[in-house]
Antibody
Framework: QVQLVQSGAEVKKPGASVKVSCKAS????????MHWVRQAPGQRLEWMGW????????KYSQKFQGRVTITRDTSANTAHMELSSLRSEDTAVYYC?????????????WGQGTLVTVSS | DIQMTQSPSSLSASVGDRVTITCRAS??????LAWYQQKPGKIPKLLIY???TLQSGVPSRFSGSGSGADFTLTISSLQPEDVATYYC?????????FGGGTKVEIK
């Protein structure tokens, strides 16, 4: 069965960077897109960007352009999301989510979420 | 960016009631709309895509309709396990955006 297992919770200071991992299993990793979505406390879900796990092409939300980098390691079936220049407003649960096969833009499986807390 | 507005933001209904949630896009998005259910403390789950296509395994009491800018999610007979927050999401153009959510509770 499809599983997306994310790395554990992180506590970071303002200005630091965080890297969250998402290990996929149960499907052919390179045949699907992987998205990153975050949810700040009490806020709506917010799309950050995605990667084509096959060719590594990425697309980012303009809001995070310059601060977010999404990569993948095909040998480990793992996607990574790095967010830099962290500020308190980046405190959120970060999810990886697989793009379904037809449009790649609908999220059919989600990771369990990784809480990132930014605090001095 | 396309803005997605959901209403109501919360509702309380009795078991067996018909529940309707609406989602409006700031511009036409054809039928490029999905609905997700997020139960308390859980991860989101895909319910419906292409505005009206039920994801495999989702109970038939859930249905979606609409096209263009106005969409609806209906639960035909509310069950206790449907307590959750429901989000719409457009996938017409990047950045992909979500509605603010509708919290459904049992009266």
């Amino acid at each position: 069965q499809v599983q997306l297992v994310q790395s554990g919770a992180e506590v970071k200071k303002p200005g630091a960077s965080v890297k969250v991992s998402c290990k996929a299993s149960g499907y052919t990793f390179i045949s699907y897109a992987m998205h990153w979505v975050r949810q700040a406390p009490g806020q709506r879900l917010e799309w950050m960007g995605w990667i084509n796990a096959g060719d590594g092409e990425t697309k980012y939300s303009q809001k995070f352009q310059g601060r977010v980098t999404i990569t993948r390691d095909t040998s480990a079936n793992t996607a990574h999301m790095e967010l830099s220049s962290l500020r308190s407003e980046d405190t959120a649960v970060y999810y990886c989510a697989r793009g379904e096969p037809y449009t790649a833009l609908i999220f059919d499986y989600w990771g369990q979420g990784t809480l990132v807390t930014v605090s001095s | 960016d396309i803005q997605m507005t959901q209403s109501p933001s919360s509702l309380s209904a009795s078991v067996g009631d018909r529940v309707t949630i609406t989602c409006r896009a700031s511009q036409g998005i054809r039928n490029y709309l999905a609905w997700y259910q997020q139960k308390p403390g859980k991860i989101p789950k895909l319910l419906i895509y292409a505005a009206s296509t039920l994801q495999s395994g989702v109970p038939s009491r859930f249905s979606g309709s609409g096209s263009g800018a106005d969409f609806t999610l209906t639960i035909s007979s509310l069950q206790p396990e449907d307590v959750a927050t429901y989000y719409c999401q457009e996938y017409h153009s990047a950045p992909l955006t979500f509605g603010g959510g509708t919290k459904v509770e049992i009266k």
